[in-house]
C-alpha cells in the first residue's frame, strides 16, 4: 500500500513559479511509474506530465511542456513537479499519483494509476 502526499500549493501572479512535492510511502515507490493530473472546477482530471520509475522517461501534456518539469528523488520517496511562466488556466487542483504495475512507459491516463493523494491547489492570479 501507498499513500501519497502533495505539497507546495499555493497563490501565485501570472508568469511565477511554484515546485510541487509529493512525498510517498512504502519501500516500493522507487518502482513505480508516477504522474500528476490537475482538475479544475467544473472539469475532468486532467494529464499533466509523467514519470517512469527510473526517471528516464516524461511526458507532458501540450498546454505545460516547456513551462513544467517532472522529476524524481527515489531516495527520498519524492516526485517533483517544477512549475515556470505560470498562467491564470493553470489554476486547478494538483494530484500526484502512483502506477504499481510495473510498466515501462508512465500511463498518460487517470485509469492506470491505483493510488491518488489528496491533492494540493495551485492558484494563479492575472
Known amino acids: 500500500h501507498v499513500q501519497l502526499v502533495e505539497s507546495g500549493g499555493g497563490l501565485v501572479q501570472a508568469g511565477g513559479s511554484l515546485r510541487l512535492s509529493c512525498a510517498a510511502s512504502?519501500?516500493?515507490?522507487?518502482?513505480?511509474?508516477m504522474g500528476w493530473f490537475r482538475q479544475a472546477p467544473g472539469t475532468e482530471r486532467e494529464f499533466v506530465a509523467a514519470?517512469?520509475?527510473?526517471?528516464?522517461?516524461?511526458y507532458y501534456a501540450g498546454s505545460v511542456r516547456g513551462r513544467f518539469t517532472v522529476s524524481r528523488d527515489n531516495a527520498k520517496n519524492t516526485v517533483y513537479l517544477q512549475m515556470n511562466s505560470l498562467k491564470p488556466e493553470d489554476t486547478a487542483v494538483y494530484y500526484c499519483?502512483?502506477?504499481?504495475?510495473?510498466?515501462?512507459?508512465?500511463?498518460?491516463?487517470?485509469?492506470?494509476?491505483?493510488?491518488w493523494g489528496q491533492g494540493t491547489q495551485l492558484t494563479v492570479s492575472s
Open positions: 499519483a502512483a502506477d504499481s504495475s510495473w510498466q515501462t512507459v508512465p500511463p498518460r491516463t487517470p485509469q492506470p494509476y491505483d493510488y
Open positions: 512504502g519501500r516500493t515507490f522507487s518502482n513505480y511509474a
Open positions: 514519470i517512469s520509475w527510473s526517471g528516464g522517461i516524461t
